[in-house]
């Protein structure tokens, strides 16, 4: 008598079904490019970017980083970052608030499994006699003029941070009447990260104004400095730290 077999039903990791956009992590970042700006911003918009639960940094701090990333599985791109420091917990935790780069496969899965809030653009980073500069447009509008004075060799130690990321990740409801089916925050913390090729020095910085981006709603108070950079990293999954809807 023949027995009956039956099996479970495969989940696709990612649509398309047939060739999905991209795999599982972990990505693997490797001799990136890094430029990196900090300056200070009004604390009451901080406050209005920065959701509760997280608690943002005293010194009213700010950083955009821009990166020529060569990455396991996402490939090469560019991509500006805007973000804080803040506290989760007790703990310190960066906060993401704004993501521009140029390529579809680390845009989906860095919305689709984190939540982190990329953009569509056109970016350059390079360097001219002794200055990095990078930018970053859509629309045809420079929505980010960065540049730092390759003014001295520096170390990690002088760049600091903490490698727990948090983002909140956002996924709407088909239906216009129904609350978002996914609003939490995600973290991830960066693993076998290195950083060398280290220089700093007195940096610029400057947000163009869109009516679809409006980055230049930030409050920029003072530019603090700036850093040019080579770095390797994992990006590995991560966890729920916090459910809106629960």
Sequence with gaps: MATKRTTKAKHPYTSPEMSGLYIRPPYHYRDSTMLLVQFQTDARFLRSVVPKPLTPNKDNHMFVSIADFMCSGFGRYYEAHVFTTATFQRRPVNYSIYLILDNDVAIGGGREIWGFPKKFGRLTLGTCDDVARATAERGGITLIDAAVHLEHLGSADDIGGTPEWITRK?????????????????????????????????????????????????????????????????????????????
């Design 170 to 246: 956002i996924v709407p409801s088909v239906s216009n009447d129904a609350p978002p089916d996914v609003d939490q925050l995600t973290t991830t913390t960066l693993t076998d990260a290195e950083v060398r090729e280290v220089y700093m020095g007195a940096a610029t910085l400057s947000f163009g104004d869109s009516p679809a981006d409006r980055l230049a709603t930030i409050p920029v108070k003072k530019t603090l400095g700036g850093f040019y950079y080579r770095t390797d990293f994992t990006l590995g999954d991560g966890e729920v730290a916090h459910d809106y809807l629960a």
